[in-house]
């Protein structure tokens, strides 16, 4: 078993007593020194010094009932409110349960520390009980690392952590905390004075790269902007609005990037790439200037990269140097913090004839919901949900056509009203996550909208909605079947359906009600306005469990290894035999 290197002494934050104190106490005091009011966890054998020190903390703990959720909802925190999520596990089984939420807050650059306690150093490397080197086990998916050596670095290394977590690009930082450590007692050290940071103004360099994205944007005649989460993580909603107000230039959005300009803005075209509007796609392809802010040109985004927008000029804005020119050339590149940054640009480009272009665009990719046949058409029901929860709603989705339909059809007004998993794709995000925000914002409305597959993956934690009247309203879209996995062996697998039949799930309305929660299951579009309209005015949590057909598919659509403007925007659905033995609502049981 490896052994990673022992952090480097630091000295700790001010404010703490003199008298000698347990490390566990250090932890929890420097935690609350960061401002810390909610841990999400599950206690275990070697992190038990910290929790019998929670005793006498001012910090709430959320008691979930797997560790990955209690990830994923310091994740959905992080997400929502702009602080840093904590989440806390023991050794072995804890902390590899935390390791897909520590990876989908690296791949979303979400700000968290994650403590997992770890065996004795005294028999660390001998494989002891619930020994894994979590250290190196997650080196690939955290900023940065801690291994705890000595219980008076603590405050140091928690002050440090929270830091690396927040600053820059942000994202997860490990620190793993030895039992020995945790229960041993010391004298914490003096704190060093304070000073602030030193002010660092824009170079030379600088001002000529602002100069020539100026001149790009005047000599354009077909700009887009492009916009990802990096709106939402540096705080520059206001200033792209601005932005698009001060110069006309019509929007796209990445996934994550959605709200940063409200989607309901005349000049948004909406979500670009794999499953995002016809006028978004075609317009990125066809523009002179591509001005990308805050996002990292995902492939779901590009298609195939070597065709994606070939006319454009490229000016990149980002706090990450090292995403600049990592997928596509930018002639202009800006690294810093965009509300600065973004009102620089200003300029009003001469583009009439293009904004009548794209608005036509948009008008002719509005989206229908008068869809034929008579299963719930989706889209309709989340944009009908979307109107009545209002603008100050948070949506939380979980991974699949449902997610989709979420980006498509919800009204996104800010970024951190829609929290999705992007980058890693996380089936079971949604209900943590959005237990996260309502814990956090008691008064916010907050709905997860879920599969029948995605659900399962974290089902257990309708018990931790009881625990704590957590009152989350579920909306679960239930197709029978990995509806995403289904539409791609349909459309590119010659409809070879392979483990996608989800046929005999539980009754969830009754697997609800055993966690104490009401629900109410709809199978027809006449009981949908009436079942939003109780599912929203319920006081606590609530389940709306939806029937939706198995054949419906989330449109348009690029095709793998495909240039955007090939989408696809419909097929016919498949009127032979039903390979999932589906039938339509009147003739289905329950």
Excluded at 94 to 103: E, P, R, S
Excluded at 430 to 449: D, Y
């Amino acid at each position: 078993m490896t052994l990673a290197v022992a952090a480097n002494r630091l000295p700790p934050p001010p404010g703490l007593h003199p008298r000698r104190q347990r490390g566990a106490d250090l932890l929890l005091r420097a935690l609350a020194a960061e401002g810390v009011e909610l841990i999400f966890g599950y206690p275990g054998g070697a992190i038990m010094p910290v929790y019998d020190a929670l005793v006498d903390s001012p910090i709430r703990h959320i008691l979930v009932r797997h560790e990955q959720a209690a990830a994923l909802a310091a994740n959905g925190y992080a997400r929502h409110t702009g602080r840093v999520g904590v989440c806390m596990a023991t050794s072995g089984p804890g902390a590899t349960n935390l390791v897909t939420g520590i990876a989908d807050a690296y791949m979303d650059s979400v700000p968290m520390v994650a403590i997992t306690g770890q065996v004795p150093t005294s028999v660390m490397g001998t494989d002891a009980f619930q020994e894994v080197d979590i250290f190196g086990m997650t080196l690939p998916v955290v900023k940065h690392s801690f291994i705890v050596r000595a219980a008076e670095d603590i405050p140091a290394i928690v002050r440090a952590a929270f830091a690396i977590a927040a600053s820059g690009r942000p994202g997860p930082v490990l620190i793993d905390l030895p039992k020995d450590i945790a229960v041993a007692e010391v004298t914490p050290r003096p704190a060093p004075d304070e000073r602030s940071a030193p002010v660092v103004w824009p170079t030379v360099r600088e001002r000529d790269a602002i100069a020539r994205a100026r001149r790009l944007i005047a000599a354009s005649q077909r700009p887009i902007l492009y916009t990802g989460y990096g709106v939402g993580l540096s705080g520059a909603e206001s200033a792209l609005r601005g932005l698009v107000e001060a110069t006309g230039i019509p929007v796209v959005s990445t996934l994550k990037g959605l709200g940063g300009v409200p989607t309901d803005h005349p000049a948004f075209l909406g979500m670009l790439g794999m499953h995002g509007t016809r006028a978004a796609n075609l317009a990125v392809q066809d523009c002179d200037l591509l001005i990308c802010v805050g996002a990292r040109f995902d492939d779901r985004v590009t298609g195939k990269l070597v065709e994606f927008a070939p006319k454009a000029k490229v000016i990149h804005l980002d706090a990450d140097a090292a995403e600049i020119s990592k997928l596509r050339y930018a002639q202009v590149h800006l690294v810093g913090h965009l509300p600065e940054v973004l009102p620089l640009l200003a300029i009003r480009p001469d583009i009439a004839p293009w904004q009548n272009h794209c608005q036509a665009l948009r008008t002719a990719s509005q989206p229908r919901y008068d869809a034929p046949g008579e299963w719930i058409y989706a889209p309709a029901l989340l944009r009908r949900m979307s109107e009545l929860a209002g603008p100050d709603a948070v949506v939380a989705c979980d991974v699949g056509q449902h997610q989709m339909w979420v980006a498509q059809h919800c009204i996104h007004h800010r970024i951190s009203q829609h929290l999705t998993s992007g980058g890693l794709g996380t089936m079971g995000f949604g209900l943590p996550a959005a237990m996260g925000v309502k814990i956090a914002r008691p008064a916010t409305e907050v709905i997860c909208v879920s599969g029948d597959g995605s659900i399962m993956m974290n089902v257990q934690e309708l018990a931790t909605l009881r625990r704590y009247g957590c009152a989350v309203k579920i909306v679960l879209l239930d197709n029978q079947a990995l509806g995403m996995v289904r539409q791609w062996q349909e459309l590119f697998f010659a409809e070879r359906y392979s483990e996608v039949d989800l046929s005999d799930n539980p009754d969830f309305v009754a697997l609800a009600a055993a966690c104490g929660i009401p629900g109410r299951s709809i199978d027809r579009r006449d009981q949908v306005e009436p079942a939003l309209h109780e599912l929203l005015a319920a006081q606590g949590p609530c389940l709306l469990h939806v029937r939706i057909d198995p054949r419906a598919n989330v449109w348009p659509l690029v095709p793998p290894n495909t240039a955007n403007h090939e989408l696809i925007e419909d097929r016919p659905a498949n009127t032979a035999a039903d390979p999932l033995d589906c039938h339509p609502p009147e003739h289905r049981h329950g």
